[in-house]
Every structure is written in structure tokens, then in C-alpha cells.
């Protein structure tokens, strides 16, 4: 039986046009392109914006994050209020008693393996995260829910923006 030439033309059409994309696609991926330079410049300017940024403080950064997080928890129905400074620390620490201040608290977390590890301005970034859940809540006029669903909450709530610290401030 004699073969379409119309057929192995058309074949040859579909092979060749694939053969075409897939060079398109190894080219396009693999060699440089105006892109690139784009980019070089654009890490510059970040590295540079980054370096012009003024220091952090992340112990200052958590004690406002503590703060904020007793302004808003003195309206929780559930907690004894007034919250004084130790109260709100055993919150935060798991029920432990030994840091009573916000000072002593924040230096514990801040060098605590988890916290060590990330650059000053990463850790800052976090706390400032936990310091915008806290006075968001304020603002919203949410703060009379639970204090054990708040601070529950805390963790899902910032869990983007501090995913983006370390990230872009990084270890």
C-alpha cells in the first residue's frame, strides 16, 4: 500500500514545527537575555535600599509587640484585668514565671535558637509583625473576643508576614 504524500508531508510539518518550539524554549531559558540585566540592576538597587535602611532594634520591636498585645488583652472577658507586665510575659512564655519583664522576656526570645539564627532586622520585622496583628485587632474593635483564641491566633494571623521577614531579610 502506497503512503499519502500528503500525510508525510503533514508529518514532517508537526516534526519540524516541534523541533522549532522546543529550541525556542532551550534558547529562551538558557542564554542571557535583556531580562537579566534588568534584574543585576534591580538586586543592586534592593542590596543598596537595604543598606540605606537605618538600624533595628528587635528588643525595642518586641516590647512594643508585648505592649500592644496587653492593651488589646486587658478587654479579653476571660482574663483577670488589669494584665500587669509579668502576666502578659507568662502568657507569651508558656506559663513560666522566671522572666518577669518585657526586657527580660524579649532577650530571651530574641537569643532563643529559634530567634538566633535570623539577621537583626529579620527578628525586628517579625515582632513589628506581632505588633500589627495586636493593634489591627485594637483597631477593628476585636480585642473583646477570648484571650486564649487571640493569642492562638496571633501565630495564623502573622504567619505570612513573617514568612515574607525571613525571607526577605533572611538569616
Same mark, same amino acid.
Given at each position: ?12 510539518i ?18 542571557p537575555?535583556?531580562?537579566d ?31 500592644? =498585645?496587653?492593651? !488589646? ?9 488589669? #494584665? +500587669?507586665? /509579668? &502576666? ?15 526586657q ?21 520585622c517579625v515582632?513589628d509583625c ?9 483597631? =477593628?474593635?476585636? !480585642? ?9 491566633? #496571633? +501565630?495564623? /494571623? &502573622? ?13
Amino acid at each position: 500500500m502506497k503512503k499519502n504524500p500528503f500525510e508525510t508531508v503533514k508529518k514532517s510539518i508537526q516534526n519540524f514545527t516541534s523541533a522549532l518550539i522546543f529550541f525556542y524554549f532551550i534558547l529562551n531559558c538558557n542564554l542571557p537575555n535583556e531580562d537579566d540585566s534588568f534584574n543585576r540592576d534591580n538586586e543592586k538597587r534592593v542590596i543598596l535600599q537595604y543598606l540605606l535602611l537605618p538600624p533595628t532594634d528587635p528588643i525595642r520591636s518586641c516590647i512594643d509587640a508585648l505592649q500592644a =498585645a496587653q492593651i !488589646c488583652l486587658n478587654q479579653a472577658p476571660d482574663l483577670p484585668t488589669p #494584665l +500587669s507586665e /509579668a &502576666t502578659i510575659v507568662s502568657l507569651f512564655n508558656g506559663g513560666d514565671t522566671s522572666l518577669e519583664t518585657y526586657q527580660s522576656y524579649c532577650d530571651s526570645l530574641i537569643h532563643s535558637p529559634t530567634f538566633v539564627k535570623y539577621t537583626s532586622r529579620a527578628q525586628a520585622c517579625v515582632m513589628d509583625c506581632n505588633r500589627s496583628y495586636w493593634t489591627n485587632k485594637n483597631s =477593628a474593635g476585636t !480585642c473583646g473576643e477570648d484571650g486564649g483564641s487571640q493569642i492562638m491566633g #496571633l +501565630s495564623t /494571623a &502573622t504567619f505570612g508576614c513573617t514568612k515574607t521577614c525571613t525571607s526577605v531579610s533572611g538569616p
